[in-house]
């Protein structure tokens, strides 16, 4: 049985890549900072807390990393964990740094100190690319504009630094915005569609939003653990840029998410610069031919799907009881 450990696996991604992988036959692990305390929700909304085995670790923490590798002895691993937000990266820089860089590193470190067969998935991320004229891809130079991107960056260049020096199996994704109903509000896309359905259901609230111009590459979470899982199935590591090739603004994913409950969102919206960053991507948009011709992978969800099933989970979640 090929066994995989899941560092994130408590996040949006790491759910639904555990999901994926048991129905693939494998014995997952996961890690947390704190297993015993940690709740695993989305695992749990999943249903398949049970079958995952689940382990404490510390990335900035290279004696907890080693510790777990032996223990659990993986033929993969996925490097999801880390600092996730762009705008809180704003205001923790240096846990930002930390958790994505530094603990991207001690795995790498980790996998080659134990010489062990290990395939090494990295989560790489669209930010990286900054403000791209053309539809990126996995040639497109880097421009990073938050310190998330920073250190995604960081990170990307030492996996392939050690796929290179030492002959690791270790990849990138460079994925762009993915969305599932497992997103946390503090999304701003799941901020939209929770607020859009309170206010069908007789709220009274406004929805405060910044930059509602800027345009992203938005896709459906669990196809794009599908793409992960395909990186590590291939016979050399490469890094893949992952994405519908469709860009769309952030004014069509909240038109798109009223016109679920037929409601124009004009008068339900105020744009309030506190929520404008020191510095974001007007623009993003991937070119995931190398995913399609290499892996077979490609987007099946676009943006208005992706909205309409966001919507239909969080209504038929908090619809009021008969």
């Known amino acids: ?26 014995e997952v692990w996961g890690t947390s900072r704190d297993a015993q305390m940690s709740s ?17 670790m510390s ?5 907890s990393v080693l510790q777990v590798l032996m223990r659990v002895q993986p033929q993969e691993v996925y490097n999801l964990a880390g600092q996730s937000s762009v705008g809180l990266s704003f205001e923790q820089p240096v846990e930002t740094l930390e958790s994505i860089a530094t603990g991207t590193l001690n ?37 990073p504009r ?38 946390p509000e503090r999304f701003v896309t799941q901020k939209i569609v929770a607020a859009a359905c309170r206010i069908a259901q007789g709220s009274p609230e406004k929805l405060h939003l910044g930059n509602i111009a800027i345009r992203r590459d938005w896709g459906w979470a669990p196809e794009y653990v599908q793409a992960m899982y395909l990186m590590l199935q291939q016979p050399d590591a490469e890094d893949y840029v992952i994405a ?24 339900y919206v105020v744009l309030d610069p506190t929520f ?22 490609q987007a099946q969800l676009k943006m208005p799907a992706v909205v309409e099933q ?4 969080k209504l038929a979640t908090s619809a009021p009881e008969e």
């Open 146 to 183: 938050s310190p998330y991107a920073v250190a995604k960056a960081a990170a990307f260049w030492e996996v392939a630094n050690y796929r290179e020096a030492y002959g690791l199996f270790a990849c990138s994704g460079l994925l762009y915005n993915h969305e599932s109903p497992l997103r």
């Open 40 to 56: 695993f929700t989305n695992l749990h909304r999943l249903g398949i807390r049970e079958q995952v085995k689940l382990a404490s």
């Open 276 to 297: 404008l960053r020191l510095t974001d991507i007007e623009i993003g948009q991937g070119n995931p031919a190398k995913a399609h011709q290499q892996l077979g992978w």
């Open 107 to 143: 795995l790498l470190e980790a996998i080659r100190f134990t010489q062990a067969p290990i395939k090494l998935y990295n989560a790489g991320s669209s930010e990286c690319f900054g403000n791209s004229a053309i539809a990126a891809d996995e040639t497109t130079p880097f421009r």
């Open 310 to 313: 966001m919507m239909a989970a």
């Open 1 to 26: 049985m090929n066994k995989a450990l899941i560092c994130g696996i408590s996040g949006q991604d790491g759910a639904y890549l555990a999901q994926l992988l048991l129905s693939q036959g494998y």
């Open 244 to 267: 519908t090739g469709q860009s769309h603004t952030l004014e069509a994913f909240l038109a798109t998410a009223f016109a679920v409950v037929n409601l124009d969102w004009h008068p």
């Open 59 to 63: 990335l900035i923490d290279f004696r």
